[in-house]
């Protein structure tokens, strides 16, 4: 089953909290993750869990990790290697939503702006590493874009 997680910066602190994302009267929150905790209905555990979250740093967990295991987000850039036989052998992109799916937008060869397919089993992609994020390191985009 495919695991729908969101991530954001809490507002006030700048902390990144992690779980299931919920707009509601003009507010974006994250309810934090619930871990071997079982459901417990109660408004002050509610709200307890429930984060304000600045809507401009919220990213959705793409389900795939990168080459330590770390869970990969929607904002993050990320080295990727490919396979020997693409002409892009190594680059960095930012992981968006386009269209359908999530993409790498990264530079092609020719310096043009483009999304290359985040796919599962045999594709282009032989390894990806996560190495920032545009919130907390925007000077990437400058590499990237």
Known sequence: MREFKFRGKRVGNDEWV??????????TYIFLDFVNTRLIVSKSFHHLRKMVVDPK?????IG??????KKMYEG???DVVMHE???????????????TGFYLKGKDIEGDIGF???CG???????????????ENPELLEDTL
């Open 121 to 135: 089993g045999d594709c282009c992609i032989k390894s990806m590493e996560i190495i920032g994020n545009k919130h």
């Open 64 to 69: 795939r990790k990168d080459k330590y295991n």
């Open 85 to 99: 036989d693409v002409c892009n052998p190594s680059t960095k992109y930012l992981i968006e939503y386009h269209n």
């Open 18 to 27: 992690y779980g299931d994302l919920v707009r509601e009267s003009g507010e």
């Open 57 to 61: 740093t919220v990213g959705q967990y």
């Open 116 to 118: 290359v397919e985040i």
């Open 76 to 78: 993050d850039f990320v």
